[in-house]
């Protein structure tokens, strides 16, 4: 019986070739792929500044330390992400909490984030907001931006799911955060293996990142503590790290970001198709909102319990026994045992948890023929009866 994925990339012979091009150039790394690939991205993203790093996990560290986490500082995050949404807080010695989701939207819920900020005093007020674009459904950022404002944080938005997703008519990536972090893993919208990117519409925040992600040195004149010893001459003017993106990843993201209009019009086919297919079935789709349009990186279906007469788990092994490779996106971050040795417990965001209890992840990728989706869908329809 074939094998159905849950995601997989989509290599075509123009990514093939735009790959062998680095190989037999000077540049592998270091060279002008690297700020062709920021460009084109900043471009498509109408943003000012894009910074491309190692992959978005060293994305949202650097974005981190560049608006200011540190210890003393909070950062608060939602559980329904990666486990790196909230790590890359504690990476700059911050701490972290959560904010719980909207159960429509599955993304951080503003009425939430309103009522803690609230109730916070100035010594618990976060420092840093990270709301997470979970399955390529944009966040209400506009709302997040004005909580901002007044209670003074940062917005990082974690885009990673986000690719091409828009808001309020403009790309996601472009306004309303501080910065936005993109993740270009080999599932994702746009890949290149492995890689990240970062937009702002900040010029020095920007500066702040790109020396972050090469070992903070600088070969900048204008940067300079000391006078030059020669052209050879290089200052390392803070703490940074080796998070650099080479050439050739930047090369597969270019190839790929090319074809990025046709690869989320074959997820918006499908994630429709899903809709039609699903509809009367006891499980909860997608939320569809009128002023975003979602990258469609996932489709996450839950298992409704109050209708269905089997468990999720139940389903999970059926899909499973049948080839079709489902998966579950996410267990809530402060589930886990590092975050519960911090103070965590379950009960503590009612939601997410809830989500998490009926949540599967059906196929989705440009490359899934009409075949093995509807083949998905009967499966679980005689599992669900």
Partial sequence: MKHVP???QTITEADVAAVADILRSDWLTQGPTVPAFEQAFATRHEVANAVAVANATAALHISCLALGAGPGKRVWTTPNSFLASANCALY???SVDFVDIDPETRNMSVADLASRLERATSDTLPNIVIP??????PCDIREMRALADR?????LEDASHATGASYLGKPVGSQFAD???FSFHAVKIVTCGEGGMVTTPDAALAARLRLLRS???TRDAADLHYESDGP????QIDLGFNYRLTDIHAALGLSQLSRLEEMHAARIALANRYDLLLEGMPVRRPVRLPDRASAWHLYVIEIDSTKATVTRREVFDALRAANIGVNVHYIPIHTQ???RRLGFQRGMFPASEKYYEGAISLPLFPALTEQDQTRVVEVLRGVLG
């Fill in 6 to 8: 849950y995601s997989r």
């Fill in 92 to 94: 700059c010695g911050a």
């Fill in 132 to 137: 997470v674009d979970f399955s390529g459904l």
């Fill in 151 to 155: 209670f003074g944080f940062k917005l």
């Fill in 179 to 181: 910065a936005t972090v």
């Fill in 215 to 217: 070992h903070g040195m």
């Fill in 232 to 235: 050879w001459y290089y200052e």
């Fill in 337 to 339: 045992p590092h975050y």
